[in-house]
Protein backbone atom coordinates (compact mmCIF):
# COMPACT_ATOMS: atom_id res chain seq x y z
CA UNK A 1 0.00 0.00 0.00
CA UNK A 2 2.94 2.62 0.74
CA UNK A 3 5.98 2.34 -1.75
CA UNK A 4 8.90 4.11 0.19
CA UNK A 5 12.34 4.70 -0.92
CA UNK A 6 15.34 6.35 0.79
CA UNK A 7 16.62 9.83 -0.36
CA UNK A 8 19.13 12.51 0.34
CA UNK A 9 18.02 16.00 1.15
CA UNK A 10 20.35 17.97 -2.08
CA UNK A 11 18.65 21.26 -1.36
CA UNK A 12 15.88 23.26 -0.21
CA UNK A 13 14.03 24.78 -2.86
CA UNK A 14 10.90 26.71 -1.37
CA UNK A 15 9.78 27.26 2.52
CA UNK A 16 6.29 28.36 3.78
CA UNK A 17 4.70 28.08 7.28
CA UNK A 18 4.82 24.67 8.17
CA UNK A 19 5.78 23.36 5.40
CA UNK A 20 9.81 22.78 2.62
CA UNK A 21 10.10 21.94 -0.63
CA UNK A 22 12.92 20.12 -1.11
CA UNK A 23 15.18 18.68 -4.27
CA UNK A 24 16.07 14.56 -3.11
CA UNK A 25 18.19 12.50 -4.88
CA UNK A 26 16.05 9.26 -4.83
CA UNK A 27 16.56 5.95 -7.26
CA UNK A 28 19.33 7.80 -8.74
CA UNK A 29 17.19 10.71 -10.14
CA UNK A 30 16.61 14.06 -8.43
CA UNK A 31 12.94 14.61 -7.73
CA UNK A 32 11.01 17.44 -5.73
CA UNK A 33 9.43 16.21 -2.03
CA UNK A 34 7.61 17.88 0.54
CA UNK A 35 8.76 17.33 4.23
CA UNK A 36 5.39 18.46 6.75
CA UNK A 37 7.81 20.50 9.27
CA UNK A 38 5.22 19.75 11.91
CA UNK A 39 5.08 15.91 11.45
CA UNK A 40 8.66 15.04 10.55
CA UNK A 41 11.22 17.98 11.98
CA UNK A 42 13.38 20.24 9.65
CA UNK A 43 15.33 18.75 7.01
CA UNK A 44 18.95 20.55 5.78
CA UNK A 45 20.81 19.81 2.83
CA UNK A 46 22.79 16.00 3.32
CA UNK A 47 19.73 14.45 5.68
CA UNK A 48 19.30 11.31 5.11
CA UNK A 49 15.31 10.70 4.19
CA UNK A 50 12.88 7.78 3.94
CA UNK A 51 10.36 9.06 1.36
CA UNK A 52 6.71 7.80 0.46
CA UNK A 53 6.72 7.42 -3.50
CA UNK A 54 3.62 5.55 -4.10
CA UNK A 55 1.31 8.66 -5.52
CA UNK A 56 4.81 9.70 -8.03
CA UNK A 57 5.63 6.51 -8.69
CA UNK A 58 1.18 6.04 -10.10
CA UNK A 59 1.21 9.26 -11.17
CA UNK A 60 -1.17 10.23 -9.63
CA UNK A 61 -2.21 13.97 -8.43
CA UNK A 62 0.16 14.74 -5.86
CA UNK A 63 1.28 17.76 -7.67
CA UNK A 64 4.56 15.59 -8.80
CA UNK A 65 6.03 15.53 -5.05
CA UNK A 66 7.43 12.64 -2.63
CA UNK A 67 6.99 13.24 0.99
CA UNK A 68 9.22 12.58 3.47
CA UNK A 69 8.38 9.74 5.93
CA UNK A 70 10.98 10.53 8.50
CA UNK A 71 14.54 12.08 8.87
CA UNK A 72 17.05 9.41 9.18
CA UNK A 73 19.06 11.99 10.28
CA UNK A 74 17.50 13.31 13.48
CA UNK A 75 15.15 10.06 14.65
CA UNK A 76 14.16 11.63 17.61
CA UNK A 77 12.25 14.58 18.56
CA UNK A 78 9.53 15.55 21.32
CA UNK A 79 5.75 17.19 20.60
CA UNK A 80 4.25 19.84 22.40
CA UNK A 81 2.88 19.23 25.45
CA UNK A 82 -0.34 20.79 25.06
CA UNK A 83 -3.35 19.03 23.92
CA UNK A 84 -4.91 15.56 23.98
CA UNK A 85 -6.74 15.36 20.58
CA UNK A 86 -5.18 13.18 17.76
CA UNK A 87 -5.46 13.47 14.35
CA UNK A 88 -4.25 10.93 11.67
CA UNK A 89 -5.24 8.69 14.23
CA UNK A 90 -4.11 5.03 14.88
CA UNK A 91 -1.25 5.23 11.92
CA UNK A 92 2.49 5.82 12.22
CA UNK A 93 1.89 9.70 11.44
CA UNK A 94 -0.80 10.58 14.08
CA UNK A 95 -0.44 14.07 14.98
CA UNK A 96 -1.44 15.88 18.38
CA UNK A 97 -3.25 18.98 18.74
CA UNK A 98 -4.64 21.45 21.17
CA UNK A 99 -8.53 21.14 19.77
CA UNK A 100 -10.75 23.89 20.39
CA UNK A 101 -13.25 22.04 21.94
CA UNK A 102 -10.57 20.81 24.92
CA UNK A 103 -10.94 22.18 28.41
CA UNK A 104 -7.24 23.30 28.27
CA UNK A 105 -8.15 25.32 25.38
CA UNK A 106 -8.12 29.25 25.49
CA UNK A 107 -11.38 28.97 22.96
CA UNK A 108 -12.81 26.75 25.89
CA UNK A 109 -15.54 28.41 27.50
CA UNK A 110 -16.01 30.69 24.58
CA UNK A 111 -17.31 26.92 22.41
CA UNK A 112 -19.39 25.76 25.46
CA UNK A 113 -21.17 28.73 25.60
CA UNK A 114 -21.75 28.62 21.41
CA UNK A 115 -24.48 26.28 20.68
CA UNK A 116 -25.94 27.73 17.30
CA UNK A 117 -24.25 29.45 14.21
CA UNK A 118 -27.67 31.77 14.38
CA UNK A 119 -28.06 32.82 10.81
CA UNK A 120 -24.27 33.07 9.84
CA UNK A 121 -23.95 32.57 6.09
CA UNK A 122 -22.15 29.08 5.58
CA UNK A 123 -20.22 29.65 1.97
CA UNK A 124 -20.39 25.91 1.32
CA UNK A 125 -17.65 25.56 -1.96
CA UNK A 126 -16.97 22.01 -3.75
CA UNK A 127 -13.30 22.79 -4.56
CA UNK A 128 -10.00 24.06 -2.28
CA UNK A 129 -10.06 26.24 -5.64
CA UNK A 130 -12.76 28.30 -5.14
CA UNK A 131 -11.38 29.72 -2.16
CA UNK A 132 -9.52 32.17 -3.66
CA UNK A 133 -11.93 33.78 -5.60
CA UNK A 134 -14.46 33.78 -3.06
CA UNK A 135 -12.30 35.72 -0.91
CA UNK A 136 -11.04 37.88 -3.49
CA UNK A 137 -14.59 39.18 -4.83
CA UNK A 138 -16.04 39.14 -0.76
CA UNK A 139 -13.41 41.71 0.11
CA UNK A 140 -13.97 43.40 -3.51
CA UNK A 141 -17.85 43.61 -2.69
CA UNK A 142 -17.69 44.58 0.95
CA UNK A 143 -14.05 45.26 2.08
CA UNK A 144 -13.18 44.64 5.95
CA UNK A 145 -15.67 41.39 6.65
CA UNK A 146 -13.69 38.39 8.64
CA UNK A 147 -13.56 35.45 6.51
CA UNK A 148 -12.85 32.55 8.39
CA UNK A 149 -11.91 29.03 6.65
CA UNK A 150 -12.98 25.76 7.67
CA UNK A 151 -11.02 23.04 6.15
CA UNK A 152 -12.14 19.90 5.83
CA UNK A 153 -10.59 16.42 5.74
CA UNK A 154 -11.90 15.73 2.16
CA UNK A 155 -8.76 16.13 0.07
CA UNK A 156 -5.21 16.97 1.51
CA UNK A 157 -4.97 16.68 5.46
CA UNK A 158 -2.27 19.31 6.04
CA UNK A 159 -3.35 23.07 5.62
CA UNK A 160 0.43 24.08 5.31
CA UNK A 161 -0.07 22.16 1.36
CA UNK A 162 -2.33 24.92 0.45
CA UNK A 163 -0.08 28.07 -1.28
CA UNK A 164 -3.21 29.46 -1.81
CA UNK A 165 -4.11 29.60 2.29
CA UNK A 166 -0.65 31.30 2.77
CA UNK A 167 -1.22 33.46 -0.27
CA UNK A 168 -4.78 34.74 1.24
CA UNK A 169 -2.97 35.44 4.66
CA UNK A 170 -0.55 37.59 3.45
CA UNK A 171 -2.58 39.33 1.35
CA UNK A 172 -5.30 40.15 4.38
CA UNK A 173 -8.51 38.13 2.17
CA UNK A 174 -8.51 35.39 5.21
CA UNK A 175 -8.87 36.24 8.63
CA UNK A 176 -8.28 32.98 10.38
CA UNK A 177 -8.21 29.37 9.51
CA UNK A 178 -9.81 25.89 11.18
CA UNK A 179 -9.24 22.69 10.17
CA UNK A 180 -11.76 19.74 11.40
CA UNK A 181 -11.97 16.05 11.12
CA UNK A 182 -8.26 14.49 10.19
CA UNK A 183 -7.11 18.09 8.83
CA UNK A 184 -4.75 19.72 10.68
CA UNK A 185 -2.17 23.00 11.31
CA UNK A 186 -5.13 25.39 11.33
CA UNK A 187 -4.89 28.45 13.80
CA UNK A 188 -7.51 26.31 15.09
CA UNK A 189 -8.21 23.02 15.46
CA UNK A 190 -11.13 21.02 15.84
CA UNK A 191 -12.47 17.56 16.12
CA UNK A 192 -15.99 17.52 13.46
CA UNK A 193 -16.82 19.92 11.19
CA UNK A 194 -19.67 20.55 13.82
CA UNK A 195 -17.38 21.71 16.37
CA UNK A 196 -15.29 23.15 13.47
CA UNK A 197 -18.37 25.59 12.27
CA UNK A 198 -19.06 26.74 15.70
CA UNK A 199 -15.46 27.67 16.28
CA UNK A 200 -15.48 30.24 13.49
CA UNK A 201 -18.31 31.68 14.77
CA UNK A 202 -16.44 31.83 18.45
CA UNK A 203 -13.53 33.63 17.02
CA UNK A 204 -15.75 36.30 15.81
CA UNK A 205 -16.08 35.09 11.66
CA UNK A 206 -18.97 37.28 9.72
CA UNK A 207 -18.78 35.11 7.00
CA UNK A 208 -17.36 31.20 7.05
CA UNK A 209 -15.90 29.63 4.01
CA UNK A 210 -15.50 25.40 4.21
CA UNK A 211 -13.81 23.85 1.60
CA UNK A 212 -11.59 20.70 1.29
CA UNK A 213 -7.85 21.22 0.71
CA UNK A 214 -6.32 20.57 -2.50
CA UNK A 215 -6.76 17.35 -4.32
CA UNK A 216 -10.41 15.99 -4.27
CA UNK A 217 -11.01 12.59 -4.86
CA UNK A 218 -13.21 11.39 -7.57
CA UNK A 219 -13.77 7.92 -9.21
CA UNK A 220 -16.34 8.30 -11.73
CA UNK A 221 -19.29 7.10 -10.16
CA UNK A 222 -21.86 9.05 -8.64
CA UNK A 223 -21.05 8.75 -5.09
CA UNK A 224 -17.91 7.59 -5.25
CA UNK A 225 -16.03 11.01 -4.57
CA UNK A 226 -15.64 13.51 -1.57
CA UNK A 227 -17.21 15.95 -3.44
CA UNK A 228 -20.56 14.75 -1.75
CA UNK A 229 -19.21 16.47 1.82
CA UNK A 230 -20.69 19.82 -0.27
CA UNK A 231 -23.98 18.23 0.84
CA UNK A 232 -22.98 17.03 3.93
CA UNK A 233 -22.07 20.71 5.03
CA UNK A 234 -25.41 21.41 4.08
CA UNK A 235 -27.08 19.50 7.10
CA UNK A 236 -24.63 20.39 9.47
CA UNK A 237 -25.36 24.23 8.90
CA UNK A 238 -28.65 24.07 8.60
CA UNK A 239 -29.08 21.82 11.51
CA UNK A 240 -26.73 24.43 13.60
CA UNK A 241 -29.16 27.43 12.23
CA UNK A 242 -26.97 28.46 10.06
CA UNK A 243 -27.33 30.02 6.37
CA UNK A 244 -25.91 27.57 3.69
CA UNK A 245 -24.89 29.80 0.72
CA UNK A 246 -23.52 27.11 -2.30
CA UNK A 247 -20.64 27.30 -5.31
CA UNK A 248 -21.27 25.06 -7.96
CA UNK A 249 -18.58 23.49 -9.85
CA UNK A 250 -19.31 24.88 -13.18
CA UNK A 251 -17.04 24.40 -16.13
CA UNK A 252 -17.34 24.19 -19.82
CA UNK A 253 -13.89 22.90 -20.69
CA UNK A 254 -13.92 19.42 -19.17
CA UNK A 255 -13.89 17.02 -22.11
CA UNK A 256 -15.81 14.41 -19.64
CA UNK A 257 -19.68 15.02 -19.90
CA UNK A 258 -19.91 14.59 -16.31
CA UNK A 259 -18.21 17.26 -15.62
CA UNK A 260 -19.74 19.98 -17.77
CA UNK A 261 -21.87 22.50 -16.80
CA UNK A 262 -22.90 22.03 -13.33
CA UNK A 263 -20.94 19.39 -12.60
CA UNK A 264 -22.38 15.75 -11.09
CA UNK A 265 -20.52 16.23 -8.21
CA UNK A 266 -22.48 19.24 -7.09
CA UNK A 267 -25.50 18.08 -8.87
CA UNK A 268 -25.18 14.76 -6.64
CA UNK A 269 -24.04 16.82 -3.48
CA UNK A 270 -27.31 18.82 -3.44
CA UNK A 271 -29.70 16.43 -5.00
CA UNK A 272 -29.13 12.98 -2.91
CA UNK A 273 -27.16 14.37 0.19
CA UNK A 274 -28.61 17.77 0.89
CA UNK A 275 -31.22 16.75 3.04
CA UNK A 276 -32.21 20.96 4.40
CA UNK A 277 -32.68 23.54 1.16
CA UNK A 278 -29.65 25.91 0.22
CA UNK A 279 -28.99 29.32 -1.34
CA UNK A 280 -27.23 28.42 -4.39
CA UNK A 281 -25.77 31.32 -6.62
CA UNK A 282 -25.48 30.82 -10.11
CA UNK A 283 -23.30 33.18 -12.68
CA UNK A 284 -24.86 35.39 -15.05
CA UNK A 285 -23.41 34.00 -17.73
CA UNK A 286 -23.46 33.94 -21.73
CA UNK A 287 -26.87 32.54 -23.63
CA UNK A 288 -26.92 28.94 -24.46
CA UNK A 289 -23.94 28.19 -21.18
CA UNK A 290 -26.62 29.82 -19.30
CA UNK A 291 -29.50 28.10 -20.59
CA UNK A 292 -27.67 24.68 -19.87
CA UNK A 293 -27.07 25.10 -16.12
CA UNK A 294 -30.54 26.24 -16.03
CA UNK A 295 -31.89 22.97 -17.66
CA UNK A 296 -29.66 21.17 -15.52
CA UNK A 297 -31.09 22.98 -12.20
CA UNK A 298 -34.73 21.96 -13.38
CA UNK A 299 -33.59 18.44 -14.90
CA UNK A 300 -31.97 17.48 -11.36
CA UNK A 301 -34.98 18.60 -9.69
CA UNK A 302 -32.81 21.58 -7.69
CA UNK A 303 -34.66 24.19 -8.02
CA UNK A 304 -37.71 22.14 -5.90
CA UNK A 305 -35.28 21.46 -3.38
CA UNK A 306 -33.46 24.74 -2.87
CA UNK A 307 -33.16 28.56 -3.85
CA UNK A 308 -31.78 29.30 -6.80
CA UNK A 309 -30.57 33.01 -7.55
CA UNK A 310 -28.61 33.99 -10.56
CA UNK A 311 -26.11 36.95 -9.59
CA UNK A 312 -22.81 38.67 -11.44
CA UNK A 313 -20.20 37.55 -10.53
CA UNK A 314 -17.42 39.59 -12.48
CA UNK A 315 -16.41 40.78 -8.56
CA UNK A 316 -14.40 37.39 -8.77
CA UNK A 317 -12.63 38.83 -11.76
CA UNK A 318 -11.98 42.00 -10.74
CA UNK A 319 -10.26 40.85 -7.26
CA UNK A 320 -7.77 38.40 -8.67
CA UNK A 321 -6.33 40.32 -11.29
CA UNK A 322 -6.13 43.26 -8.56
CA UNK A 323 -4.52 40.91 -5.75
CA UNK A 324 -2.65 39.22 -8.16
CA UNK A 325 -4.02 35.84 -7.64
CA UNK A 326 -3.13 33.15 -10.02
CA UNK A 327 -5.50 30.31 -9.38
CA UNK A 328 -6.35 27.31 -11.07
CA UNK A 329 -8.57 24.89 -11.41
CA UNK A 330 -7.70 21.27 -12.74
CA UNK A 331 -4.71 23.28 -14.64
CA UNK A 332 -6.99 25.83 -16.04
CA UNK A 333 -6.97 29.42 -14.99
CA UNK A 334 -9.31 32.08 -15.57
CA UNK A 335 -8.75 32.83 -19.67
CA UNK A 336 -9.97 28.85 -19.96
CA UNK A 337 -12.66 28.70 -17.62
CA UNK A 338 -14.44 32.07 -16.12
CA UNK A 339 -17.36 30.46 -15.39
CA UNK A 340 -15.92 28.51 -12.56
CA UNK A 341 -14.40 31.63 -10.97
CA UNK A 342 -17.63 33.80 -11.35
CA UNK A 343 -19.74 30.81 -10.06
CA UNK A 344 -17.74 32.06 -7.02
CA UNK A 345 -18.29 35.50 -7.33
CA UNK A 346 -21.76 35.00 -7.55
CA UNK A 347 -21.73 33.50 -3.93
CA UNK A 348 -19.62 36.28 -2.58
CA UNK A 349 -23.12 38.13 -3.85
CA UNK A 350 -25.04 36.48 -2.62
CA UNK A 351 -23.51 35.94 0.51
CA UNK A 352 -23.63 40.11 1.23
CA UNK A 353 -27.27 40.23 0.49
CA UNK A 354 -27.63 37.62 3.12
CA UNK A 355 -25.87 39.40 5.51
CA UNK A 356 -27.88 42.62 4.65
CA UNK A 357 -31.02 40.95 4.68
CA UNK A 358 -31.78 41.37 1.68
CA UNK A 359 -32.19 37.37 0.71
Do not use: W
Not at 52 to 75: D, E, I, R, W
Amino acid sequence: MIRTRLGKVLSVTGERPGITELLVECEGAECRAVNYDRITGSVKPGDSVILNTTALHKSLGTGGYHFVLANCSTPERDAAETGHIMKLRYTPLQVKVLAAEEEESPLAERIRETNTLDGLPIVVAGLHSHLAPFAAALSEIRPGLRLVYLMTDGAALPLAFSRTVGELRTKGLLAATVTCGHAFGGDYEAVNAYSGLLTARAVGADVVITAMGPGIVGTGTRFGHTGVEQGQMINAVASLEGRPVVIPRITFADRRPRHQGISHHTLTALRYVALAPADIALPALPGEQQQQILEQVHSSQLDTRHRITIRDGSAALTAMARHGLQVTSMGRGVEQIPEFFLAAGAAASLTVSVLDGLH
